[in-house]
Protein backbone atom coordinates (compact mmCIF):
# COMPACT_ATOMS: atom_id res chain seq x y z
CA UNK A 1 0.00 0.00 0.00
CA UNK A 2 1.11 3.66 -0.63
CA UNK A 3 0.18 4.88 3.07
CA UNK A 4 -2.07 7.82 3.63
CA UNK A 5 -2.17 9.94 0.19
CA UNK A 6 -2.55 14.14 1.09
CA UNK A 7 -2.85 16.57 -1.40
CA UNK A 8 -1.77 19.09 -1.96
CA UNK A 9 1.48 19.34 -0.69
CA UNK A 10 1.29 22.77 -0.30
CA UNK A 11 -1.22 25.88 -0.79
CA UNK A 12 -0.75 29.08 -0.94
CA UNK A 13 -4.22 31.42 -1.17
CA UNK A 14 -5.36 34.72 0.25
CA UNK A 15 -7.68 35.24 2.67
CA UNK A 16 -11.09 35.10 2.22
CA UNK A 17 -10.38 32.25 -0.48
CA UNK A 18 -11.85 28.29 -0.08
CA UNK A 19 -9.54 25.79 0.41
CA UNK A 20 -9.82 21.97 -0.32
CA UNK A 21 -7.26 19.57 1.37
CA UNK A 22 -8.04 15.83 -0.03
CA UNK A 23 -7.00 12.37 1.76
CA UNK A 24 -6.77 8.79 0.76
CA UNK A 25 -6.58 6.50 3.23
CA UNK A 26 -4.35 3.69 4.12
CA UNK A 27 -6.94 0.81 1.90
CA UNK A 28 -8.74 -1.33 4.64
CA UNK A 29 -8.24 1.22 7.94
CA UNK A 30 -11.34 1.58 9.19
CA UNK A 31 -10.84 5.02 11.31
CA UNK A 32 -10.17 8.28 9.30
CA UNK A 33 -8.01 11.58 11.57
CA UNK A 34 -7.75 15.24 10.21
CA UNK A 35 -5.24 17.06 12.68
CA UNK A 36 -3.87 20.04 12.54
CA UNK A 37 -0.32 21.25 13.49
CA UNK A 38 1.68 24.82 14.47
CA UNK A 39 4.08 25.71 16.18
CA UNK A 40 1.90 26.86 19.08
CA UNK A 41 -0.04 24.39 19.53
CA UNK A 42 1.24 21.52 18.57
CA UNK A 43 -0.80 18.41 16.77
CA UNK A 44 -4.86 19.10 17.28
CA UNK A 45 -7.34 16.44 16.30
CA UNK A 46 -9.93 18.68 14.26
CA UNK A 47 -12.36 15.74 13.12
CA UNK A 48 -11.80 12.05 12.71
CA UNK A 49 -14.34 9.39 11.07
CA UNK A 50 -15.47 5.81 11.85
CA UNK A 51 -17.06 3.86 8.71
CA UNK A 52 -17.26 7.03 6.85
CA UNK A 53 -19.20 8.37 9.91
CA UNK A 54 -18.01 11.70 11.56
CA UNK A 55 -17.41 10.67 15.06
CA UNK A 56 -16.38 13.17 16.88
CA UNK A 57 -16.13 17.32 15.01
CA UNK A 58 -15.26 18.99 18.55
CA UNK A 59 -11.84 19.77 17.86
CA UNK A 60 -13.17 22.10 14.34
CA UNK A 61 -12.41 25.35 15.66
CA UNK A 62 -15.35 26.97 14.10
CA UNK A 63 -17.71 26.61 11.13
CA UNK A 64 -15.43 27.92 8.59
CA UNK A 65 -14.43 24.45 8.62
CA UNK A 66 -16.08 21.31 7.43
CA UNK A 67 -15.02 17.77 6.66
CA UNK A 68 -16.79 14.91 4.46
CA UNK A 69 -16.23 11.37 4.18
CA UNK A 70 -18.54 10.32 0.83
CA UNK A 71 -16.53 7.01 0.78
CA UNK A 72 -14.03 4.36 2.74
CA UNK A 73 -11.02 5.80 0.28
CA UNK A 74 -11.45 9.78 0.45
CA UNK A 75 -11.99 12.81 2.29
CA UNK A 76 -11.80 16.22 2.25
CA UNK A 77 -11.48 18.94 4.50
CA UNK A 78 -12.74 22.18 3.17
CA UNK A 79 -11.95 25.91 4.93
CA UNK A 80 -14.50 28.65 3.94
CA UNK A 81 -13.42 31.65 4.09
CA UNK A 82 -9.99 30.80 4.85
CA UNK A 83 -7.90 33.25 7.16
CA UNK A 84 -4.52 33.65 8.11
CA UNK A 85 -4.48 32.34 11.20
CA UNK A 86 -5.05 28.75 9.69
CA UNK A 87 -1.77 28.61 8.28
CA UNK A 88 -0.34 25.45 9.56
CA UNK A 89 0.02 21.72 8.08
CA UNK A 90 -3.22 20.18 7.61
CA UNK A 91 -2.51 16.06 8.56
CA UNK A 92 -4.80 13.26 7.82
CA UNK A 93 -4.11 9.67 9.61
CA UNK A 94 -6.00 6.73 9.30
CA UNK A 95 -5.69 3.14 11.41
CA UNK A 96 -7.52 0.21 11.40
CA UNK A 97 -9.29 -1.59 15.10
CA UNK A 98 -9.84 -5.05 13.61
CA UNK A 99 -6.23 -5.35 12.42
CA UNK A 100 -4.55 -3.03 15.14
CA UNK A 101 -2.50 -0.88 12.97
CA UNK A 102 -2.43 2.74 14.58
CA UNK A 103 -2.12 5.87 12.97
CA UNK A 104 -0.16 6.12 9.94
CA UNK A 105 0.41 9.71 8.88
CA UNK A 106 0.29 11.52 5.32
CA UNK A 107 2.72 13.67 4.33
CA UNK A 108 0.36 16.94 5.49
CA UNK A 109 -0.69 19.83 3.38
CA UNK A 110 1.65 22.87 4.26
CA UNK A 111 -1.45 25.44 4.06
CA UNK A 112 -0.68 29.75 4.29
CA UNK A 113 -3.29 32.34 3.70
CA UNK A 114 -1.78 35.68 3.06
CA UNK B 1 -9.89 16.55 30.79
CA UNK B 2 -7.51 14.19 28.79
CA UNK B 3 -4.10 15.48 28.24
CA UNK B 4 -0.34 14.28 27.39
CA UNK B 5 2.64 15.90 28.87
CA UNK B 6 5.77 15.81 27.76
CA UNK B 7 9.10 16.95 28.77
CA UNK B 8 11.49 18.25 28.21
CA UNK B 9 10.23 20.47 25.76
CA UNK B 10 13.54 20.48 23.85
CA UNK B 11 16.74 18.77 24.22
CA UNK B 12 20.62 19.34 22.65
CA UNK B 13 23.06 16.75 23.21
CA UNK B 14 26.13 15.78 21.41
CA UNK B 15 26.95 12.61 19.58
CA UNK B 16 27.27 9.53 21.34
CA UNK B 17 25.01 10.82 24.47
CA UNK B 18 21.89 8.84 25.69
CA UNK B 19 19.05 10.63 26.01
CA UNK B 20 15.43 10.17 27.84
CA UNK B 21 12.69 11.22 27.07
CA UNK B 22 9.36 11.54 28.86
CA UNK B 23 5.81 11.02 28.47
CA UNK B 24 2.78 11.35 31.11
CA UNK B 25 -0.85 11.46 30.51
CA UNK B 26 -4.47 11.31 32.07
CA UNK B 27 -6.46 9.73 29.55
CA UNK B 28 -9.88 8.09 30.12
CA UNK B 29 -9.78 4.42 29.15
CA UNK B 30 -6.16 4.16 28.24
CA UNK B 31 -6.05 1.31 24.99
CA UNK B 32 -2.20 1.90 24.21
CA UNK B 33 0.75 4.44 24.01
CA UNK B 34 2.93 5.69 21.00
CA UNK B 35 5.96 6.66 19.74
CA UNK B 36 6.54 9.06 16.69
CA UNK B 37 9.73 10.85 15.10
CA UNK B 38 8.91 13.53 13.05
CA UNK B 39 11.82 15.13 10.98
CA UNK B 40 10.21 17.30 8.02
CA UNK B 41 7.09 16.33 7.99
CA UNK B 42 4.83 13.21 8.53
CA UNK B 43 4.94 11.71 12.59
CA UNK B 44 6.29 8.20 11.42
CA UNK B 45 5.30 5.50 13.69
CA UNK B 46 8.39 4.19 16.10
CA UNK B 47 6.92 2.10 18.98
CA UNK B 48 3.14 1.18 20.16
CA UNK B 49 2.78 0.08 24.01
CA UNK B 50 0.16 -1.73 26.17
CA UNK B 51 1.40 -3.23 28.78
CA UNK B 52 3.77 -2.24 31.57
CA UNK B 53 7.15 -3.43 32.53
CA UNK B 54 7.75 -4.46 28.92
CA UNK B 55 10.64 -2.71 26.51
CA UNK B 56 10.63 -2.31 23.27
CA UNK B 57 13.39 -1.90 21.75
CA UNK B 58 14.69 -1.34 17.73
CA UNK B 59 18.19 -1.06 17.49
CA UNK B 60 19.77 2.20 19.87
CA UNK B 61 15.62 3.31 20.33
CA UNK B 62 13.94 1.90 23.09
CA UNK B 63 10.60 2.64 25.49
CA UNK B 64 8.77 1.51 28.40
CA UNK B 65 5.25 2.34 29.87
CA UNK B 66 4.37 2.09 33.34
CA UNK B 67 0.73 1.99 33.35
CA UNK B 68 0.33 2.22 37.41
CA UNK B 69 2.11 5.41 37.42
CA UNK B 70 0.69 6.64 33.92
CA UNK B 71 4.26 7.47 32.17
CA UNK B 72 6.12 6.18 28.85
CA UNK B 73 10.26 6.68 28.36
CA UNK B 74 11.71 6.85 25.41
CA UNK B 75 15.88 5.93 25.81
CA UNK B 76 18.24 6.62 22.24
CA UNK B 77 21.47 5.46 23.59
CA UNK B 78 24.75 6.02 21.79
CA UNK B 79 22.75 9.30 19.57
CA UNK B 80 23.51 10.33 16.28
CA UNK B 81 22.82 13.30 13.95
CA UNK B 82 20.07 11.66 12.04
CA UNK B 83 18.10 11.47 14.86
CA UNK B 84 17.74 15.10 15.40
CA UNK B 85 14.25 15.34 15.30
CA UNK B 86 10.69 16.07 17.66
CA UNK B 87 9.35 13.08 19.01
CA UNK B 88 5.82 12.94 19.54
CA UNK B 89 3.79 10.56 22.46
CA UNK B 90 0.56 10.08 21.80
CA UNK B 91 -2.35 7.78 23.73
CA UNK B 92 -5.44 6.03 22.73
CA UNK B 93 -8.19 6.33 24.84
CA UNK B 94 -12.07 5.73 24.24
CA UNK B 95 -13.21 5.54 20.91
CA UNK B 96 -10.03 4.91 19.12
CA UNK B 97 -9.07 8.64 19.30
CA UNK B 98 -5.70 9.74 19.74
CA UNK B 99 -3.88 12.57 22.01
CA UNK B 100 -0.78 13.95 21.64
CA UNK B 101 1.73 15.76 23.41
CA UNK B 102 3.35 19.11 22.28
CA UNK B 103 6.72 16.65 21.87
CA UNK B 104 10.21 16.90 22.51
CA UNK B 105 12.85 18.60 20.01
CA UNK B 106 15.78 17.07 20.36
CA UNK B 107 18.88 18.25 18.45
CA UNK B 108 22.41 15.97 17.98
CA UNK B 109 25.39 18.17 17.58
CA UNK B 110 28.49 16.58 15.86
Known amino acids: DAGVIQSPRHEVTEMGQEVTLRCKPI?????LFWYRQTMMRGLELLIY????????DSGMPEDRFSAKMPNASFSTLKIQPSEPRDSAVYFC????????????FGSGTQLSVL | EDKVVQSPLSLVVHEGDTVTLNCSYE??????LLWYKQEKKAPTFLFML????IEKKSGRLSSILDKKELFSILNITATQTGDSAIYLC??????????FGTGTSLTVIP
Open chain 1, 93 to 104: ASSSVSTNEKLF
Open chain 1, 27 to 31: SGHDY
Open chain 1, 49 to 56: FNNNVPID
Open chain 2, 27 to 32: VTNFRS
Open chain 2, 50 to 53: TSSG
Open chain 2, 90 to 99: AVEGTGNQFY
